[in-house]
Structure formats: C-alpha cells, structure tokens
C-alpha cells in the first residue's frame, strides 16, 4: 500500500505561475490547492491550476507516439516513429533544402522548460528561416517595441501593482488571464488593496469585461483605436505642459522627436474615431500625469488590433511622459534568476534589436525576431518554386483554430509531403501529421519558469522536481527534441552526448567570456560541479552565473538549483527596483523613445482618420478564466458550466437584428462564416460583437472527447489572413468588421 505525500508545484498552465501543494498517492493525483508559504503566489490558485489533476489523467492524452499507416493513424514505438521521420525527412532536405522545411511553435512552449531551453537546439540543427509561432498571433508588437525602444524584446515594464495609485487597463482582462506579459497572481486582491489604499483603477475596453467591473471607471472605446486615445493622452501631456520625465531625462533619445510626432492627435480630432469624449481624454492624461504611482498597462487587444506596435509603443511613451517608467508604483523592469539577457553581460548598452534581415517568400513579409508571421504559413506551402514549404514540424501548436482562415491552413497542411507533431493531443491541427510525438504531462517534468519570471511583480526564484518519473524507455521531451536535432542535421549522436556537448560548450563561452562570474575558471571543474541532466542542468548552470547566483563558489550562500530544491516554498528577492540605465542594452546606451521604424508607421494613423466608418460590427475576443487558447477544453472541471462560446451582442443591436438569448446568429467575415449562439449583455459596446478565440472543436479525425462534445466556433475563421501589422507581422484578430444576421 502506498503512502500519501504531498508535494509542491508552480503552475505551468497560465502566467500567474502559482505555488501549488498536491496530493499524490503513487502515480495517484489527489487534491490540488494553494500553497499559502509560496513566497510569491501567497496561497492564490484558479480553476485552470486545480485541472492539472484532470490534465495528467486525461484518457485522450497521448502516451504513445503515432504513425500513419495506409492513411490511418496507429500506435507504434520510440524508435518506429522517429526511424519514420528518418526515413522521410532526410530526402526532403536533400531534394529540396533546409527552406522546405517549416516548423511552427504554440504558445504551451513558453511554458514548459524543456521546450523552452531545447527547440532552439532543434532549430538551429535545422537551420530553415521557415520558422513561424503564436507569437505573430499574439504579443509580437509588444516585443517589437521592447526591442527598439530598450534594446531586448524581453525588457518589458510592468505595473508595480502592490505600490500604485492609479492603473489604467487597455485591452486587457488580468480576472480572467491572470496577468499576459505581467506574471501577477490573485489580481483581485491586489487591486482590492490598491483601492483600500485610496488607489483607482480605471480599464479602457470596448466590453464590461469581469476586470472593467472591478474598476472605479470603465471607459469603453471603439475596437482598434486604441493608438489614437493614447497618442491624443500624449498630445495633452505636452500641451498642458504636464511631461516631467525625471531622472530619466537624461537617458533618453527622441523626446522631442515624439513630441511632433503627436502634435496632430488632439482629444478633439481623434474623438469620433475612438467614441471617447476630449475631456474624458484630457482627464485620463491629467490624472495619469499628476499620479506619482500611476501606471498605464496594455495587452492583447492593444497588440492583436491593426495598430498593434504603435499602441505598444504608446503605452510606454505615456508612462514615460508620466515620469512612471522604473519608479516604484509605476511600470518597472524585473530582475530574473537565470536566462534574463537584460541582467547578463555588460549592462547598459548592447547591440539592440533588429528586424527585417530577410523577407518570406510570398508575399515579402519581413522576419521578425527571428520568424516570419504565422499569416504567411499556408501561402508558402500552397505556392510552387524554389523554397516551396513541403514538411513541416509543430511543437505544442494548433495554428488551425489559433490562426486567421484556419480552414486555408488545414487545406495546405494536407497537401505536405510529410508532418511532424509533438503534442499531447490529436487535436485539430495534429490529426494532419503522419508522425505524432507525445509530450509529456506537466507533472512527469521539471518546471522553472524562465521567461514569466522576466515579467513578474516581484523578484523571486522558484523550481519544481518531477512529481512522476516517465516509464521506462519513454524520452523526455528535451530527448525527443534532441533526437530531432540529430535526424535533421545528419548526426549519429544519442541525445546524452549531444546534451552534453551543449553544455560543456555553454560552459567554454561562458569561462572565456569577460565579465562572466566564472570567467577563465577551470571548465571540467564547473561541468561536474553541475547537478542533474537535460533542462536541469541547465538551469543550475544558468542560477548560477544569474544575478543572485553563487557563482560555483564566489559566494557560497547564494543561489543553486541545490538551495532552490531544498526551498520548495521558492526564495524571495524582495520588489522591483529601478534597473535603468543597467538594463538598456541599445547601442546608444539610451531609452529610443522615438525610433524611427515605429515613426515610419505613424502616417497610417492618418490615413485610417479619413476612412469611411464601417456600418458593419467589429468583432473583439474574450478570455475566461477556465479556458487557455485552444488546449484546456477536454478537461471537464474547466469544460462544466455555462457554455463558454457565444456571440456576446447588445441588446440594442440584438433587438435591431431579432436575436433573443440563445437564438443563432450568423456572423460572416472576409475569410469565412460562423454560426454562433447569441447572448445579449449591456456589458459590450452597441456596433462590437465578442466571441472567444480557441474554440470550434469538431473537425473530423481529433480526439478531444469532452471538447467536441461543446465544440463551440472558430472566431478566427472570420479573421482576414492578408493584413498584418506591418512592423510586427502580427495577425489582426481585434476590431474586426463583420456582418451579423439571424441564422
């Protein structure tokens, strides 16, 4: 008979990233809650952390890799499936070159070490520019103008929540999401001590969403205008003479630059195009300005939208006018435990971030950090000629329901010579490979979170053993990526050694480097110094030249995996602090408050003002907090309830249209039609409809037996695959015009 234990765990699923105590009883899950000595969590869970027991046990989860055989799917070993990809793989590459090859990344590979730490490994043994992610889907105009502004697409400034005044919300819903680019657990309480403090919360968005009714002002505003409100917030702040930069006045390039920039974007002009009023406007950059802990927060409406980069962009020239950028209670930069590259090398300068080194081969899109727009995908394997897309690898993604015209995406992906998938579903885009690798469950797997530490509202340091061990023969998924490694650059190597050849080179820079804590120290000293195998390794290498790190030795009480191991509650280092100009790393050393790609954008602004107003609706996403993307719907605990995909309508516009609760609607777009429940709510904007993204779960050949069973619809079908924003290359998957008609 078997013991029950309880063990401790970060969530892996959203990017709250909460401390959680679970009960096992052998390879038995009991119960899952908060774990109230978190250092960083305190206690706080959601629904989506209590699933990770339905999630581990699920019946539809993939244990065993698939291989399809005479059209059909069928179990097979290890070694069947990756000789498979062996075998059909290698002539592909030696007919056709390293370009016909794609590979796409979901957005769970943000959230798994393993992932994070080994597909750079498989991407850079593949060696295509064919590399495409959520990210254009998503959170790219944020990174963008990181990366021009600060020098890293990671230095992102977030809300120093537990010490502001006043936060003002665009396009965002932290209730539901807990945090997107701001790692922020129990929001709620957060913000409920915020206004016990006599702080304000003020959520600028085109629904009442579940975080707008927590706030003390809810401003709605048109879909996609987001740009406009903040460069007229700008506009008012110079007019007024209300700019005080501060202390950062002399780290900055481009004030000046950003001032005629938004000369023309008076509260007056842009008023009819975001149906906010001027005083409204003027009020908001007066308040914002006259706050000394105010903080302007946007998120995945502001990015998803037409003007994605711009209003990124804008977010920050605010806070930066405000004088809120790197002051307590204002938006600060965190400073990670390991992997962060703005608190690793020299500090302050850098070589910055650049973008468009190469175009896809379509329709000329620019690459964009390394990848090109997931918009680009279908073209270029339905396009003959050289370079032609014909195998394709995706890694925890599922671009056919994430992805504008998913139906195009499907159609191409049966037309490719050969797929691989490595995922934990047959799910709507998996059922098109002939090769499926499982992942693994998040509790068979270490977890440290490397890139939600970079954006959290406090400094602190956690890790998490397996709870389970993977049955024997069954490789991690770090092994599966490094088999891959092998098969695509032509190496007989067994992951072990290739493993270890990746770290001891990691080591060799790191002791020839200058400024490294272990610069010219012995290497095989630090190699077996080192603990664990795979990510964990890693990860004790990267603690320890981090900058709380014990430096192997310098400073023997600092951190190691060893020390964070033995605090299973995690480390607190204590809240934000400013990190300017140390965490810059532009070449200039400065804050490029004006650069010149962004400024290069802004007659679109213009051209947009004197567009006929659409009499259509504009349809807008949701977020739920049971729902993450398209992977947590065949979980019961988070499928139960009210059904989640309707078409949220107000009921002015229901009434003009004949639509009661419940009723179907039609709703058509420029890529394609749905039909969708309808649920009336004064709670969204008349003229803008909402229908949450991920779901449309009835596609011949998955297996997600509790999803299908409420499939919902796909809203990204209605998405246009041929406009992107230009500077990012991001999907437009907000504001979108549609008509609307009963069924």
Request: charged letters at 25%.
């Amino acid at each position: 008979m078997t013991k029950s234990e309880t063990k401790y765990r970060i969530c892996p699923i959203c990017e709250a990233t909460c401390g959680l105590t679970i009960e096992t009883n052998g390879r038995t899950v009991g119960d899952i809650r908060g774990n109230d000595e978190d250092v960083f969590s305190h206690g706080f869970i959601c629904p989506k952390g209590v699933a990770l027991r339905e999630l581990d046990a699920d019946p539809d989860r993939l244990r065993t890799p698939l291989v399809r055989r005479s059209g059909e799917l069928i179990e097979a070993s290890w070694e069947e499936a990756f000789a498979e990809i062996e075998k059909r793989i290698t002539p592909i590459i030696a007919k056709h070159g390293r370009e016909s090859v794609a590979t796409y990344l979901g957005n769970p590979s943000a959230h798994k070490v393993a992932l994070q730490l080994y597909i750079p490994v498989f991407l850079k043994a593949l060696a295509s520019k064919n590399l495409y992610s959520a990210s254009t889907l998503d959170q790219m105009p944020k990174q963008v103008s990181n990366g021009l502004m600060y020098g890293n697409f990671l230095t992102c400034a977030v809300p120093d929540i537990d010490r502001s005044d006043l936060l003002v919300i665009m396009g965002a819903n932290p209730m539901a999401s807990n945090g997107s680019l701001w790692t922020v657990p129990d929001f709620r309480g957060r913000i409920k001590a915020m206004q016990k403090r006599g702080g304000r919360l003020v959520v600028i968005d085109p629904r009442r969403s579940q975080t707008a009714k927590l706030a003390d002002q809810h401003i709605a505003i048109r879909p996609g205008t987001d740009a406009y409100l903040l460069a007229a917030m700008a506009n008012t702040m110079f007019a007024e003479n209300l700019v005080n930069v501060g202390e950062l006045g002399s780290r900055i390039n481009g004030l000046d630059d950003v001032e005629k920039a938004v000369e023309k974007y008076s509260p007056e002009l842009v008023a009819e195009i975001t149906q906010v009023s001027p005083e409204t406007i003027k009020q908001l950059a007066r308040d914002v300005a006259a706050t000394d802990a105010s903080a302007v927060y946007g998120r995945i409406g502001t990015c998803t939208q037409e003007f994605g980069t711009l209003s990124s962009w804008l977010t920050d020239v605010v806070n930066i006018l405000a004088g809120s950028l790197d002051r307590p209670g204002g938006v600060m930069f965190p400073k990670a435990p390991a992997l962060q590259a703005n608190s690793t090398g020299t500090p302050g300068s850098g070589r910055g971030t650049r973008i468009g080194r190469w175009q896809s081969r379509v329709r000329g899109a620019s690459e964009i950090l390394g990848e090109l727009p997931a918009v680009c995908l279908a073209e270029e394997i339905e396009t003959p000629g050289d370079q032609q897309i014909r195998a394709l690898f995706t890694i925890a993604g599922n671009p056919i329901l994430s992805a504008p015209n998913g139906e195009r995406i499907s159609r191409a992906f049966g037309t490719l010579d050969f797929m691989v998938s490595i995922d934990i579903y047959l799910n709507e885009t998996t059922r098109h490979a002939d090769v499926i690798l499982p992942g693994t469950s998040p509790l068979e797997e270490s977890h440290f979170d490397i890139g939600f530490h970079q954006f959290a509202i406090r400094n602190a340091a956690r890790f998490s053993p397996a709870l389970f061990s993977l049955d024997d023969g069954r490789p991690g998924e770090w092994e599966t990526l490094l088999r891959l490694a092998a098969i695509v650059s032509g190496q007989d190597v067994s992951a072990a050694d290739m493993d270890e050849q990746i770290i001891r080179g990691r080591i060799k820079s790191l002791t020839q480097k200058e400024g490294s804590p272990i610069f010219e120290r012995d290497e095989s000293e630090i190699f077996e110094s080192l603990t664990g195998t795979g990510p964990d390794r890693q990860i004790d290498l990267a603690l320890r030249v981090g900058p709380y790190g014990d430096g192997f030795g310098t400073d023997p009480d600092s951190l190691t995996l060893k020390k964070l191991i033995d605090t299973p509650n995690g480390i607190d280092y204590g809240p934000l602090e400013p990190r300017m100009p140390e965490a810059l790393r532009t070449p200039s050393g400065k804050i490029e408050m004006a650069p010149p790609e962004i400024l290069s954008d802004l007659p679109r602004l213009d051209d947009a003002l004197v567009r006929t107003v659409p009499t259509s609706f504009l349809l807008i996403g949701r977020r739920d907090v049971r729902t993450n993307n398209s992977w947590l719907h065949n979980l019961p605990l988070l499928a139960k309830g009210p059904f989640k995909c309707t078409m949220q309508i107000h009921p002015d516009d229901a009434d003009r249209l004949g639509l009661e609760d419940g009723a179907m609607a039609s709703v058509k777009g420029k890529s394609g039609a749905v039909e969708v429940v309808t649920e009336r709510t004064p709670d969204i904007m008349p003229g803008v409809i909402s229908i949450p993204h991920g779901f449309g779960h009835n596609q011949q050949g998955a297996n997600l037996r509790v999803a299908s069973e409420r499939p919902g619809v796909n809203s990204n079908l209605l998405a246009d695959d041929s406009v992107i924003d230009p500077l990012s290359g991001n999907a437009i998957l907000n504001g979108i015009p549609v008509s609307v008609s009963a069924a």
